[in-house]
């Protein structure tokens, strides 16, 4: 096994990060969607796609936002998808990632690095616990209609 190598995400790894989203998602996500929104965050320099490769695979991928945020005025990363390929899977390549993500954070000028986890995912809760990140916010969401959904805004 070689050592894996981190870089940002470019262009022809767009199947290879699709892959480890759905699986994250547990979904297929819409293809032509997908990458259209995966070329123009690779051209947003507010956002940093990066893959760790390791036997000449993406084996793992890690998303972020950078934003300033006036609640914190200040400029914060955020780490929207962080998602390793089930056959790499404890490995340390998810905290080799974080790892990655805090050195590209501060680059970037960030004073805090956020990341909002689905509710059931446990394991990853354990783990990002583990890597040190603490639970201090809540996240709340509503699907947006035409007519509202009869508990927000629509009512």
Known sequence: MTAP?????EEQDLDAVYAL??????KELPYAAFAEIFSAQL?????????????GAVAAECNLRFEYQLHHAARIAEIMELAVA????????GADL?????????????????????????DAHRFYEREGFKRYHY??????TAAGNGNALGR
């Open 5 to 9: 190598v981190f870089r940002p995400a």
């Open 21 to 26: 989203i759905c699986d994250m998602e547990a």
């Open 43 to 55: 051209a947003n320099p507010d956002y940093l796609c990066l893959v760790c490769e390791l036997d």
């Open 86 to 93: 089930p056959g790499y899977r404890r490995r340390g390549l």
């Open 98 to 122: 974080l790892r990655e993500a805090h050195v590209a954070a501060l680059a970037q000028g960030c004073v805090q690095l956020e990341l909002p986890r689905h509710t059931p995912r446990t």
């Open 139 to 144: 996240k709340f969401s509503t699907p947006l």
